[in-house]
């Protein structure tokens, strides 16, 4: 049987006053990667701890204001003030405490790969890399080229990013953008097309949390398969005299991460190993919550690149999202990193979804 709400609140506060404690400890910050973990948990239970704070303060001169009215009638009016405001805190405060996604304060791996359509795929590949780009900036985050490979007219056949938060943060940016992995189609004249001709293409975008140093699945040195090469720039011309690029491929399910934008091979081999660790724990994930439910459906959390999530459509200034009827006529603001619409949209859904399911297991 689960906890009462008021035994999970009691535990949340003291797990943050712990937090809390370590933090202030310097030792902790000897090591960057448990300082932002911790850091990343305590910020992850502030806005909780906070409401279930006010509530219990609320309380307590509520109770106050109600013995007093008994000799001052002044603090009755105190009184249903304070009363009028607890069914709100206790709303939200039973929102807040519907069981989050444990990634969403984490950073984002995404690839974006061209598929049907040739030159026009990869051409509407780079459109999205620069909308993701252009959203990132907007939200403070850092962009990292980890891997590319260009397409001959300015597109991009493959590449890596990792998107990060410059502060902890609940809401990271795997809250924002789990919800683009899948097929993106676009309907568009291309710019390879004489006659005028709508055409339809796509390309896949794949994200992933990065988990790096703390995923917890384990590998097999000899499990790996790692080869060197010159990194490359436009139309594939090497812009590298070393062979300072790396490439892993994990041999028993075939993932390969690379890396050729740092200025070592030490560093690309690096940083592809945490790419690859971060694929696999997402992988680990999926295969558990697929024996966990096998008939679970989300609408917002694929990642299953052979679904169609949204088209993109030109002549008519359109975007939609078909997973959960998200419509308006405004690609052209979308597509220069104005997404914050749509992934609300989405946002909004897998809520209520939560609070669905929560509420049927109560």
Known sequence: MSSSPAGAVDALVDEYVELETRLADPAVHADPAVARKLGRRYAELGPTVAVARELAAARSDEAAARELAAEDPSFAAEASDLAARIPGLESRLAELLVPRDPHDGDDVVMEVKSGEGGEESALFAGDLVRMYSRFAERRGWKVEVLDAVDSDLGGYKDITLLLRSRTPTPDGVWSALKFEGGVHRVQRVPVTESQGRIHTSAAGVLVYPDTGEDAEVEIDEN??????YRSSGHGGQSVNTTDSAVRITHLPTGIVASCQNERSQLQNKARAMEVLRSRLQALHE????????????????????????????YPENRISDHRVGYKAHNLSTVLDGELDDVVAALQSAERAESLAASEAGR
């Open 286 to 313: 999926a295969e558990q919550a697929a024996v966990a439910s096998a008939e679970r459906k989300s609408q917002v959390r694929t990642v299953d690149r052979s679904e169609r999530i949204r088209t993109y459509n």
């Open 223 to 228: 499990d790996l398969r790692v080869d060197v």
